[in-house]
């Protein structure tokens, strides 16, 4: 069977600035993971520019990225370091010369450790902070940019910094991660007024985790409501202001009635039979459907695929690598 796409569907790459470059004092800088690997050097995308932009144009026409916050701006409300703005530019001519088109990503995951020593996204008042950043970044890259991504995947974001405790700030507080959610959903609808009074033709929009939730037995049922409601529904209808909703759809996620995992429960789901890769039970493309219904329930604006991918050095189903074609 051949698979035609529409004739306005956009391949495209994604990376993030933490994934990709060196760490330059931001919140994430010196965690240890849970495998022993200290988070500071990556990738050295940003000694591999060139050999990067070839790489990317290779194999898409449209790359989604983001620059760091903490390296082009050192201090609040400081001016952008000119050495990294340069820095940008350079890749960015290189990949517009090379025929590729930016999606440009304004917040994923990290913050400078500035921001963060004062409240971070705990306390509305630092809003105006990030705002600043966005507006610097906007003037300095906005010729470049085709879509803009305000920030990615607050509800992953959130949920794993003060409800589970895993991304910094580490904490367990129901109470902080409502204020959290509310600050990021403030925030987004102040960014896109501001980049639409700049450049009011380039869609401004969102990206969201997608999961779906399911239960392995009567006790596992409530808690996979209560997330799929919360992360799927409650965290989204807080940014208001899209031109498209972005999902990043990864897995499927079971409880028994804790959430079973491939870091937390391996012996679970080998014992479950279910595909995995190295974090967690990982689902076929066609699970995209159930994710896109289950996000889409209260999304009136396009909704958009933006990353679809798996955790892996291998995808396994048992003791069987399983082939995934994409």
């Known amino acids: 069977m051949e698979y035609v796409f529409p004739p306005d569907f956009i391949f495209g790459t994604s990376t993030a600035a933490a994934q990709i470059e060196t760490a330059h004092n931001h919140d994430w800088q010196g965690i240890v993971s849970t495998d022993g690997h200290v988070f500071n050097r990556t990738t050295d995308h940003e000694q591999r520019l060139k050999e990067d932009a070839e790489l990317i144009a290779s194999l898409a026409p449209y790359y989604r990225m983001g620059p760091m916050w903490s390296k082009l701006q050192q201090a609040p409300l400081a001016e952008l370091n000119p050495h990294a703005v340069n820095e940008y530019k350079k890749f960015l001519d290189d990949l517009q010369s090379r025929g590729v088109k930016i999606m440009m990503v304004l917040h994923h995951f990290t913050n400078p450790i500035w921001f963060a020593k004062r409240g971070g996204w705990e306390d509305e008042k630092n809003i105006y902070l990030w705002i600043d950043f966005v507006n610097k970044t906007v003037d300095a890259f906005g010729s470049y940019v085709s879509y803009w991504n305000t920030f990615n995947e607050p509800n992953v974001y959130a949920s794993y910094g003060w409800i589970t405790g895993l991304f910094p700030p580490f904490k367990k507080n129901p109470v902080k991660v409502v204020r959290v959610v509310k600050n990021l959903g403030k925030a987004h609808n102040l960014a896109y007024d501001s980049i639409k009074e700049k450049f009011p033709h380039q869609p401004v929009g969102i990206s969201h985790n997608s999961v779906v939730f399911t239960a392995e037995n009567i006790l596992g049922w409530f808690p996979a ?58 689902t076929t493309p066609r699970g995209c459907a159930p994710a896109s219904i289950g996000i889409g329930r209260n999304i009136k604006n396009r909704l958009s695929l933006l990353k679809m991918g798996f955790a892996i050095n291998r995808i396994c189903c048992g003791k069987k690598p399983l082939k995934t074609t994409l």
């Open 225 to 282: 409501q209560l997330s799929d409601y919360w992360f799927m529904e409650w965290i989204p209808r807080h940014f208001e202001k899209i031109d498209f909703f972005g999902m990043s759809y990864y897995a499927r996620l079971s409880y028994d009635p804790l959430p079973i995992t491939y870091i937390d429960s391996p012996e679970k789901i080998k014992k479950l039979g279910r595909p995995h890769d190295d974090m967690w039970e990982s």
